[in-house]
């Protein structure tokens, strides 16, 4: 009796009769098709399904159509929210083409009439000269006609005459002037009381006047300047790649750039130069003063960059958590981050508690005494900043590993991998529960959070327990690492784009 295949088997059956080596090829590794799948690779394949096969009427009839159906609102629904968020971009692009046209134009006026000032300036002692000139031509002339009797004696005596007319007249204007000033302070000195009242409350007024419109000016002059930051964000980061660059080449280029960390902790800014590897010669450095610092200016940017990052999540998160109803952009942003910081059950307030930042104080003191000031083996070999145990990933075995242990220093392609894998290890880890909610009571209680007041919760990190936070707050205070904290990348700007 000949078995009745089902409607795959025959769809399976076809495929093995038309040779189609994708589906043979799932089938030797025993990975099961769906009928769906199946259809869609021998359609992919030209060959055509006979009606027969088909015995599904229901799902041909119904279930397709409105599977379809709704496909198309899915499609309609992201469209609808792509042209919004394409309306929204194009009403700030003009607001700040407006902008900057205004402040062009403004700064264009106030060149012109600068310029035009200056050519003035510059055309008073030309205009002076040549009266002289004029003049001096005209009189030498008209003095040597008088003694050639070139001329007539009438000419010659209405010449003389407007000679000293302009004479008096200028002697007449200087001493007027004179006059008027010595008669105007006299004036001021012999006023009563009263009149020196008016004076003050009528210079009074037009003072405070002023001082508004400089106020106003001030302000039109600071709106664009966050602004102009968007644009020159791209301009101001530098992403050094692994030229293995000597320390001295390294020193020269901070210098060049004017990187100081003087400077740094005076304006807490600092310059996105991200640095794909530590120098190989750093430790050659006879100045030890001067390899912590190199070893802090490489780290500084990387573990900033990475907080702003941090806190520009957390700052998505808490507008999400406080919406109703979220768009299905929003719903997969949620989800890749619920995977990144291993939140289960969806849990947002969990997610809230590890989305977090880490202090530059905790962070610096740690990779230094880790990476022994980016001199170590495994920071050199690896870009192992941290120290970070690994079992079954990539990594450098210890020279002086036990017997009977396998773990291994996880390496990293890059320093910032590293700093991103250390930072997902505190926000996530079970060993520093108690580190980030002694974070979260600070946020609570709106104070600083500060690496002085958390190192103690990381007697986990390290075999040696109490000991190891003793180091890192000794290393934190002698480095002076708590000058670092405020600091933010400079020209950086942090949005939050969200689709309502």
């Given at each position: 009796?000949?078995?009745?295949?089902?409607y795959?088997?025959k769809?399976?059956?076809?495929?093995?009769?038309?040779?189609?080596?994708?589906?043979?090829?799932?089938?030797?590794?025993r990975?099961?098709?769906?009928?769906g799948?199946?259809?869609?690779?021998?359609?992919?394949?030209?060959?055509?399904?006979?009606?027969?096969?088909?015995?599904?009427?229901?799902?041909?009839?119904?279930?397709?159509?409105?599977?379809?159906?709704?496909?198309?609102?899915?499609?309609?629904?992201?469209?609808?929210?792509?042209?919004?968020?394409?309306?929204?971009r194009?009403?700030?692009?003009?607001?700040?083409d407006?902008?900057?046209?205004?402040?062009?134009?403004?700064?264009?006026?106030?060149?012109?009439?600068?310029?035009?000032?200056?050519?003035?300036?510059?055309?008073?002692?030309?205009?002076?000269?040549?009266?002289?000139?004029?003049?001096?031509?005209l009189f030498?002339?008209?003095?040597?006609?008088?003694?050639?009797?070139?001329?007539?004696?009438k000419?010659?005596?209405?010449?003389?005459?407007?000679?000293?007319?302009?004479?008096?007249?200028?002697?007449?204007?200087?001493?007027?002037?004179?006059?008027?000033?010595?008669?105007?302070?006299?004036?001021?000195?012999?006023?009563?009381?009263?009149?020196?009242?008016?004076?003050?409350?009528?210079?009074?007024?037009?003072?405070?006047?002023?001082?508004?419109?400089?106020?106003?000016?001030?302000?039109?002059?600071?709106?664009?300047?966050?602004?102009?930051?968007?644009?020159?964000?791209?301009?101001?980061?530098?992403?050094?790649?692994?030229?293995?660059?000597?320390?001295?080449?390294?020193?020269?280029?901070?210098?060049?750039?004017d990187y100081?960390?003087?400077?740094?902790?005076?304006?807490?800014?600092?310059?996105?130069?991200?640095?794909?590897?530590?120098?190989?010669?750093?430790?050659?450095?006879?100045?030890?003063?001067?390899?912590?610092?190199?070893?802090?200016?490489?780290?500084?940017?990387?573990?900033?960059?990475?907080?702003?990052?941090?806190?520009?999540?957390?700052?998505?998160?808490?507008?999400?958590?406080?919406?109703?109803?979220?768009?299905?952009?929003?719903?997969?942003?949620?989800?890749?981050?619920l995977?990144?910081?291993?939140?289960?059950?969806?849990?947002?307030?969990?997610?809230?508690?590890?989305?977090?930042?880490?202090?530059?104080?905790?962070?610096?003191?740690?990779?230094?005494?880790?990476?022994?000031w980016?001199?170590?083996?495994?920071?050199?070999?690896?870009?192992?900043?941290?120290?970070?145990?690994?079992?079954?990933?990539?990594?450098?075995?210890?020279?002086?590993?036990?017997?009977?242990?396998?773990?291994?220093?996880?390496?990293?392609?890059?320093?910032?991998?590293?700093?991103?894998?250390?930072k997902?290890?505190?926000?996530?880890?079970?060993?520093?529960?108690?580190?980030?909610?002694?974070?979260?009571?600070?946020?609570?209680?709106?104070?600083?959070?500060?690496?002085?007041?958390?190192?103690?919760?990381?007697?986990?990190?390290?075999?040696?327990?109490?000991?190891?936070?003793?180091?890192?707050?000794?290393?934190?205070?002698?480095?002076?690492?708590?000058?670092?904290?405020?600091?933010?990348?400079?020209?950086?700007?942090?949005?939050?784009?969200?689709?309502?």
């Open positions: 009796m000949k078995k009745k295949l089902s795959r088997d769809l399976l059956e076809l495929a093995y009769i038309y040779n189609v080596k994708e589906i043979q090829d799932y089938s030797k590794r990975k099961n098709l769906t009928t799948q199946i259809e869609l690779i021998l359609k992919k394949n030209k060959i055509i399904i006979p009606k027969e096969f088909k015995t599904s009427f229901f799902k041909e009839n119904f279930l397709k159509p409105i599977f379809r159906l709704r496909s198309n609102i899915v499609d309609y629904k992201e469209e609808k929210i792509k042209d919004k968020n394409r309306f929204l194009r009403v700030e692009n003009y607001k700040y407006t902008s900057r046209k205004v402040n062009h134009g403004i700064n264009n006026l106030w060149k012109g009439m600068g310029a035009a000032g200056l050519n003035f300036l510059n055309v008073l002692p030309k205009l002076g000269e040549t009266v002289a000139k004029f003049f001096g031509n030498t002339d008209v003095f040597n006609a008088i003694y050639n009797q070139q001329i007539d004696q000419s010659a005596r209405n010449v003389i005459v407007g000679f000293f007319a302009v004479a008096a007249i200028i002697t007449a204007i200087i001493a007027g002037v004179n006059t008027y000033k010595n008669y105007d302070f006299n004036k001021i000195k012999l006023e009563t009381k009263k009149p020196e009242v008016k004076v003050k409350k009528e210079i009074k007024k037009p003072e405070v006047k002023v001082k508004k419109e400089i106020k106003k000016t001030e302000v039109k002059a600071k709106k664009p300047k966050p602004e102009l930051r968007v644009k020159e964000k791209n301009v101001a980061e530098v992403i050094l790649p692994d030229l293995n660059l000597k320390t001295e080449t390294v020193i020269q280029l901070f210098k060049d750039v100081d960390l003087r400077k740094v902790r005076s304006d807490k800014l600092v310059k996105p130069i991200y640095f794909t590897q530590f120098p190989r010669d750093l430790e050659n450095l006879q100045s030890v003063q001067l390899k912590k610092e190199t070893f802090i200016k490489i780290v500084l940017p990387l573990i900033v960059a990475e907080n702003e990052k941090i806190i520009d999540d957390r700052k998505k998160l808490q507008i999400l958590s406080e919406k109703k109803y979220t768009s299905d952009l929003e719903k997969q942003w949620l989800r890749q981050k995977l990144e910081y291993k939140v289960k059950k969806g849990n947002l307030s969990e997610l809230i508690l590890r989305m977090d930042m880490i202090p530059v104080s905790i962070a610096l003191a740690q990779a230094a005494k880790e990476s022994g980016g001199t170590s083996r495994f920071a050199l070999e690896g870009n192992a900043i941290f120290g970070q145990w690994t079992w079954d990933g990539q990594g450098i075995a210890p020279l002086n590993r036990d017997g009977d242990k396998s773990h291994k220093i996880l390496k990293f392609p890059i320093l910032r991998a590293s700093v991103k894998a250390y997902n290890n505190l926000n996530t880890h079970k060993s520093y529960f108690k580190f980030r909610e002694k974070r979260k009571a600070l946020r609570d209680k709106d104070k600083k959070i500060t690496g002085l007041a958390l190192t103690d919760t990381l007697k986990n990190y390290a075999q040696t327990g109490s000991e190891y936070t003793k180091i890192l707050n000794q290393i934190i205070k002698q480095n002076r690492l708590s000058d670092f904290e405020p600091v933010k990348l400079f020209n950086s700007v942090r949005q939050v784009e969200l689709n309502s």
